[in-house]
Each structure stands twice: as structure tokens, then as C-alpha cells.
């Protein structure tokens, strides 16, 4: 049974900083590419991250040179670094899992995916 289980979110003040965990279990994770998404109330899922099982990454614009996506794969765990936090960022922040090797932006191209967890960003 695929599970991914993503732990870290919380509330912090503008330019403020959180690191979130994506647990996977269930399938070989080192063979999958893996993306964070967010999505705020009333929006659709927006792509934020993404990093193929070969260490490539792409960004969104609007958090490139401030968050870092990274994937530990003795830990089947990937990370999402987040830095200067702004309140726009707020939304419940989702991993998914890709077959193919590539850091796609596209909701379609992902087969598994997580709950989410809270991100806030207020003062």
C-alpha cells in the first residue's frame, strides 16, 4: 500500500522559515520522480516543486531562490525547504509521486499523493 505522509507545516510570521517531510512507503522510491504542490481555499493546485531520480529540479517562479526541494532516498523521504516566507505563500502543501524520470509541473503526470499539511503565514 502506497503512502506518502507529509509532517512540518505549522504557522510562522513573514519572512520566516519551515521545513517540510515527505514520508513514502510502499513502492521503490528512489525509482520516482517527486513534486510538492500547494492549494489555498477557492484556488486550484498549484505546482511548487518538483526533483526527477536523477536530482533534476524545476521551480515555480514565484519560489525560486527561496525554497529548495531535496529527496533523501536511504530515508524515502523528500524535503521542502522554505525561506522568506511571504503570507501569499499560505496553503495545504501536498507531495506526490511520478514514474517518469522527469521534475514535471503537471498534476496529471503524478500517480500517488499525500494529505497535505497546513502552511500559514501571517503575523
Known amino acids: 500500500q502506497v503512502q506518502l505522509v507529509e509532517s512540518g507545516g505549522g504557522t510562522v510570521q513573514p519572512g520566516g522559515s519551515l521545513s517540510l517531510s515527505c514520508a513514502a512507503s510502499?513502492?521503490?522510491?528512489?525509482?520516482?520522480?517527486m513534486a510538492w504542490f500547494r492549494q489555498s481555499p477557492g484556488k486550484e493546485r498549484d505546482f511548487v516543486a518538483a526533483?526527477?531520480?536523477?536530482?533534476?529540479?524545476s521551480y515555480a517562479d514565484s519560489v525560486k531562490g527561496r525554497f529548495t526541494i531535496s529527496r533523501d532516498n536511504a530515508k524515502n523521504t523528500t524535503y521542502l525547504q522554505m525561506n522568506s516566507l511571504k503570507p501569499e505563500d499560505t496553503a495545504v502543501y501536498s507531495c506526490?509521486?511520478?514514474?517518469?524520470?522527469?521534475?514535471?509541473?503537471?498534476?496529471?503526470?503524478?500517480?500517488?499523493w499525500g494529505q497535505g499539511t497546513q502552511v500559514t503565514v501571517s503575523s
Open positions: 506526490a509521486a511520478n514514474r517518469a524520470n522527469v521534475p514535471s509541473t503537471a498534476t496529471s503526470m503524478y500517480n500517488y
Open positions: 510502499g513502492y521503490m522510491f528512489s525509482s520516482y520522480s
Open positions: 526533483i526527477s531520480r536523477s536530482w533534476s529540479r
